[in-house]
């Protein structure tokens, strides 16, 4: 992670004096195009043809694709260009987020409130899921860069307010945090607490990772299917787990 290259990335794509000017003028959502010109500053990298796909950027030895959402659509790239490179999915999560709205008739922002929820990299195992029969691949790779946004919706949703079923029109990225990366199976432990006591179950991990228990079921059927937890048995109508160690799990 260089916070510096995230910067000048940031105002190759929207500029210094665009910062709250010309939302969503550019054809490509501003998230997506910043995180291209931050894992690839040479344009020349940029979508690539191979076979009948569009590669996001490709360096000449991998693949690097920016996928804001919707991994699932990724299916038909992912059978074609597995076979070829290593490739790095890179999905962001928006660690805070402000949120400005846009009047449709006039063009006029609110201003920005900043939300009270804060990003888990938990938030993505239910894209994982989606994908779930490409994980095992070993030419598959994930990083998961946490940005500050500022978040621009329309203010023509379905309710009196107009924000119930609004459109969001573009998402600025204010900073880069941190980041999460998955480069082989044995990266899937960290998301498993080390004080979480073993067998356990989808609401223990819940608790211990305070993810609603619903969405501890998917992660744990991730992890699951890479091998990381495996199930031993029951406590009442819950699965328990236990994490594989290194040497049985990724032989």
Same mark, same amino acid.
């Given at each position: 992670?260089?916070?510096?290259?995230?910067?000048?990335?940031?105002?190759?794509?929207?500029?210094?004096?665009? !910062? *709250?000017?010309?939302?969503?003028? $550019?054809?490509?959502?501003?998230?997506?195009?910043?995180?291209?010109?931050?894992?690839?500053?040479?344009?020349?990298?940029?979508?690539?043809? +191979?076979?009948?796909?569009?590669?996001?950027?490709?360096?000449? *030895?991998?693949?690097?694709?920016?996928?804001? @959402?919707?991994m699932y659509r990724m299916r038909?790239?992912?059978?074609?260009?597995?076979?070829?490179?290593?490739?790095?999915?890179?999905?962001?999560?928006? =660690?805070?987020?402000?949120?400005?709205?846009?009047?449709?008739?006039?063009? !006029?922002?609110s201003g920005l409130r900043k939300?009270?929820?804060?990003?888990?990299?938990?938030?993505?195992?239910? !894209?994982?899921?989606?994908?779930? @029969?490409?994980?095992?691949?070993?030419?598959? /790779?994930?990083?998961?860069?946490?940005?500050?946004?500022?978040?621009? =919706?329309?203010?023509?949703?379905?309710?009196?307010?107009?924000? =119930?079923?609004?459109?969001?029109?573009?998402?600025?990225?204010?900073?880069?945090?941190?980041?999460?990366?998955?480069?082989?199976?044995?990266?899937?432990?960290?998301?498993?607490?080390?004080?979480?006591?073993?067998?356990?179950?989808? @609401?223990?991990?819940? $608790?211990?990772?305070? +993810? /609603? /228990? *619903?969405?501890?079921?998917?992660?744990?059927?991730?992890?699951?299917?890479?091998? @990381?937890?495996? /199930?031993?048995?029951?406590?009442?109508?819950?699965?328990?787990?236990?994490?594989?160690?290194?040497?049985?799990?990724?032989?």
């Amino acid at each position: 992670m260089n916070e510096e290259n995230f910067i000048t990335a940031k105002n190759k794509v929207i500029g210094i004096s665009r !910062e *709250r000017h010309g939302i969503g003028t $550019q054809r490509e959502k501003t998230v997506h195009a910043v995180l291209k010109y931050y894992y690839a500053p040479d344009e020349d990298m940029h979508e690539i043809p +191979i076979d009948s796909y569009i590669a996001d950027i490709y360096t000449g *030895r991998e693949i690097i694709e920016i996928q804001t @959402a919707q991994m699932y659509r990724m299916r038909g790239k992912l059978e074609c260009f597995l076979s070829q490179y290593p490739v790095t999915i890179v999905h962001p999560i928006p =660690r805070y987020k402000w949120l400005s709205w846009i009047d449709t008739d006039t063009g !006029e922002c609110s201003g920005l409130r900043k939300s009270p929820k804060k990003g888990s990299v938990y938030q993505v195992f239910g !894209e994982l899921y989606r994908i779930r @029969a490409f994980l095992n691949h070993e030419n598959l /790779r994930f990083c998961f860069p946490f940005i500050d946004i500022e978040e621009y =919706r329309l203010l023509n949703g379905w309710s009196h307010n107009k924000k =119930r079923g609004s459109e969001r029109y573009d998402r600025i990225p204010v900073a880069l945090k941190d980041e999460v990366r998955i480069d082989c199976k044995e990266d899937y432990l960290q998301f498993i607490p080390y004080e979480l006591p073993e067998p356990f179950t989808s @609401a223990e991990l819940a $608790q211990a990772t305070k +993810i /609603r /228990r *619903r969405d501890a079921t998917v992660v744990l059927n991730v992890l699951n299917h890479v091998g @990381a937890v495996k /199930r031993v048995g029951k406590k009442g109508h819950n699965y328990t787990y236990t994490v594989n160690s290194k040497e049985s799990t990724y032989e």
